[in-house]
């Protein structure tokens, strides 16, 4: 899995092409191209919506940590 996201931000990051990314990784092109789709889904259910804001405060508040709320029981989000 590690190769497949390594690949997956390679891809992102540097527009290799997927004939580069195979001979790369050790495999295919069309292996890479699967890959980098099987982690692109991944990446759209999981991560494209924590990216999107603002949430409600009560949601905010269920993804703190409880050591977090308990020094900064204010804070509602850090942007980086």
């Keep these: ?3 497949r996201l ?3 931000l390679t891809r992102l990051r540097r527009k290799t092409t997927f004939q580069e990314l195979g ?3 050790g495999c295919g092109k069309t292996t890479a191209m ?3 789709s099987e982690i692109l889904e991944i990446f759209r259910e999981k991560i494209v919506p924590l990216l999107f804001f ?3 405060p009560q949601e ?3 993804m703190r940590q409880k050591s977090v709320s308990d020094v900064f029981p204010d804070l ?3 942007l980086d």
């Design 1 to 3: 899995f590690e190769d």
């Design 6 to 8: 390594l690949m997956f």
């Design 23 to 25: 001979y790369q990784y």
């Design 34 to 36: 699967k890959y980098f």
């Design 54 to 56: 603002p949430y409600k």
């Design 60 to 62: 905010i508040e269920g």
């Design 76 to 78: 509602l989000a850090i």
